[in-house]
């Protein structure tokens, strides 16, 4: 049955006449809606998500950590005399006070939307992806200030490459789907660069790399680019706020912004891994956080680029082989399409690897 819409708005704390919810954004997690209202004559918009229960199986965990985080970075904004409702997510509380509404069935949250603002797919402007470097490296020194105790883990080892590697294995051997005869080629790809997967997890188990608060999805689009200014004004999609390692933030970022192509570019001969756009994430990001950077994590960001591709990469094969249930699909073989993307990425980044770590070191 369709979802009401309507019905489930009047339970925020909105003020004015529904108008419209229509699907919104190209997330592959949460189902994403611009919900508009009439207030006072004027259109005022809103983005109200159903949240994937199906993944984030403690709701009011997860949401307990989208308010804290909220919350801290919106007295953050307060405290440099910003714009709170566009520098950073705001969340509208229900009618009686919660951070999410439940039909028993459903659970939905709703933000402020950042109007002005654009979440880029691809890069088209180097600028662009020099600010959204500033602005997720300005966000991860913010929650160096944030107390980590007062987290709830919402996607235990998300990161953790040699988990992601065991669950790989773990689908290749069920063949749920029997799709395994037809990526036999990716799935000895994935294997024989076994070797990648402990490469920052041992150092984070050993103490070489901190722990920190991070963002753990630094992806392009969930960073709003100011149209009028350019620059990166808010982090969006704070789902997995966790415990993590800056090598990754950085390093997911590059995944998604040095591809020449989309993430699901059908044709490999398109997608190229663009030094060029490296170099520029890089400087901005360590514009931003590289006074706390610790020299390890230094010298692992190129390593973090390489593990977060490759590891991402396994995550869609692994998706394809267990019938696309994870990340959302609007083709059929668009995970395999995605893994093809990642892996050549890998490819080419580890051919130019020595030059990535020159220029981090530089
Ligand atoms: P998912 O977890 O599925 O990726 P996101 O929270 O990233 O969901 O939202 C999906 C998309 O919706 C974003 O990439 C962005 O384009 C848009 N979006 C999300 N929150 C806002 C917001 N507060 N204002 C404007 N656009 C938003
Ligand atoms: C998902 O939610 P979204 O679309 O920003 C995924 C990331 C992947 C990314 C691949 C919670 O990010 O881990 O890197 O897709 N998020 C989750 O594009 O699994
Ligand atoms: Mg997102």
Redesign the pocket.
């Known amino acids: 049955m369709a979802a009401d819409f309507e019905k489930i708005s009047k339970n925020f704390d909105i003020t004015g006449e529904y108008v419209s919810c229509e699907r919104?954004?190209?997330?592959?997690?949460?189902d994403?809606y611009k919900l508009t209202v009439q207030c006072e004559g004027k259109p005022v918009h809103y983005?109200l998500?159903r949240i994937n229960h199906r993944l984030f199986k403690n709701v009011e965990g997860l949401m307990r950590n989208i308010a804290l985080v909220t919350d801290f970075c919106r007295k953050s904004v307060l405290a440099r005399g910003g714009d709170p409702m566009r520098e950073c997510?705001t969340l509208i509380r229900t009618k009686d006070g919660r951070n999410y509404w439940t039909d028993g069935e459903n659970y939905y949250r709703v933000?402020?939307?950042?109007e002005d603002a654009t979440?880029y797919q691809i890069v088209h402007d180097p600028k662009d992806f020099y600010e959204s470097a500033v602005a997720f490296g300005n966000f991860a020194t913010l929650l160096a200030g944030f107390d980590a105790s007062q987290l709830y883990e919402v996607l235990p080892d998300f990161h953790n490459t040699k988990v992601r590697f065991e669950n790989f294995l773990r689908a290749v051997k069920q063949d749920s789907f029997g799709r395994n005869a037809e990526v036999l080629k990716e799935i000895d790809w994935v294997i024989d660069h076994k070797d990648l997967c402990g490469k920052i997890v041992d150092k984070i188990a050993s103490g070489e790399i901190p722990l920190r608060v991070t963002h753990n999805d630094t992806k392009l689009?969930?960073v709003?680019i100011d149209n009028a200014t350019g620059k990166g004004i808010a982090v969006?999609?704070l789902?997995t706020v966790m415990p993590g390692s800056l090598c990754y933030d950085f390093g997911d970022s590059i995944r998604f912004g040095c591809n020449s192509a989309a993430e699901d570019e059908p044709d490999l001969k398109k997608v190229h891994f663009r030094l060029d756009l490296y170099e520029t994430y890089l400087r901005g990001y360590l514009s931003a956080v590289g006074e706390s950077l610790t020299k390890t994590e230094r010298e692992n960001l190129p390593m973090g680029a390489v593990l977060m591709t490759y590891e991402c990469g396994m995550r869609f094969l692994t998706d394809f082989l267990e019938g696309d249930v994870y990340f959302r699909t609007h083709r059929p073989r668009q995970n395999l399409d995605r893994a093809h993307t990642q892996f050549k990425l890998v490819d080419e980044m580890l051919q130019v690897f020595d030059k990535m770590q020159d220029m981090a070191m530089r």
Request: hydrophobic share 35%.
């Open positions: 919104y954004g190209e997330g592959h997690i949460n994403t983005v998500q997510l933000y402020v939307f950042i979440s689009n969930n709003m969006i999609d789902d």
